[in-house]
């Protein structure tokens, strides 16, 4: 694969486009603990209607909720469109973090130390792999023959995880599996959406006259759709944060195939690994947490399930 040279930048850009990110996730966590809410309010009989999102539609935080999901999406939208994969998309675990709180406040509860131990981890980790990886602004062109072949990965991927889910008896491991995929299309979809915003540099139109848009509406529509599979399959301390950190590391696998830039120096993958283990370490203990797996009871029930975590398209 070739590309052209990468240049990595920092200063005002660099900053604007980690604030985006963050508030990319802030948007996204609010978001997930609203719309959880509003779901939580029908009754078993509310939610299997053809109607429920008419339902819905008549309670404020559900559109609250959905109009905060697409604030988070046009955030990251942004940010993609300047910054790398590798330095967006990690950022957007947070999402589970912010949901903390915002759940424990609206549950009554208080949040418990190894919650907020979790929730350290998970930031700690982010740190320490941001601050040794390095990543840049820089806008790698990539070849279409990248594209084929990260395509054809990502569908043989996704094919994969549903045949195999449709051949266990666990409803677990179904969970699992339909989760990986998920993050792997998000992740497709997070680096198709850093290439749509790039192509509005040249205008609208070249955007309506690529194929990019509409391979990421395909993309957002297949990664939706195993979300939903798999926190119907399963439980959601384990599809969760299987999605939530299999989506970033989809994601910086895809921007490092791409030719972005991390710091390869002396111990610096070490440490990297390191940060990204921590990230991991933590998202799954949270997911164990009371106010995070609370929000199972009505997730697994609705047929547009809304959990935090991050999202590449809507």
Request: net charge neutral; aromatic share 6%; glycine share 10%.
């Amino acid at each position: 694969m070739a590309v052209a040279p990468f240049h990595h930048h920092i200063g005002g850009g660099l900053v604007t486009i980690v604030l985006l990110g963050l508030a990319s996730a802030v948007a996204y966590g609010i978001a997930a603990v609203l719309q959880h809410d509003a779901t939580t309010k029908e009754t078993p009989d509310d939610v299997i209607r053809l109607g429920l999102v008419a339902s819905l539609a008549r309670q404020p935080l559900w559109l609250v909720g959905n109009g905060l999901d697409g604030v988070g999406y046009v955030l990251q939208f942004m940010a993609l469109r300047r910054g790398s994969l590798v330095l967006v998309e990690p950022l957007l675990v947070l999402s589970l973090v912010v949901a903390l709180p915002i759940a424990a406040w609206r549950e009554h509860q208080r949040i418990s130390l190894p919650a907020l131990a979790s929730a350290g981890a998970v930031a700690a980790g982010l740190g320490l792999f941001l601050g040794v990886a390095r990543p840049g602004i820089g806008l790698p062109r990539v070849t279409a023959e990248a594209w084929i072949i990260l395509s054809a990965v990502v569908a043989a991927v996704c094919t994969a995880v549903v045949v195999l889910r449709n051949r266990t008896t666990s409803q677990n491991r179904a969970a699992v599996l339909l989760a990986i995929g998920s993050g792997v299309a998000f992740g497709y979809a997070a680096a198709l959406t850093a290439a749509t915003g790039r192509l509005l540099n040249r205008g609208l139109l070249h955007v309506l006259t690529s194929w990019e848009p509409y391979a990421l509406l395909v993309a957002g529509a297949v990664a939706l759709i195993l979300t939903q599979g798999a926190f119907h399959a399963g439980a959601l301390r384990l599809s969760l944060p299987t999605l939530t950190v299999a989506q970033p590391l989809v994601a910086i696998a895809i921007g490092l195939w791409f030719g972005e830039h991390i710091n390869t120096q002396g111990l610096a993958p070490l440490f990297e690994i390191l940060g990204l283990g921590l990230v991991i370490a933590g998202v799954f203990a949270l997911a164990q947490t009371p106010a995070i797996a609370g929000l199972e009871d009505g997730t697994r029930d609705t047929t547009s399930p809304h959990t935090p975590g991050p999202r590449s398209a809507s």
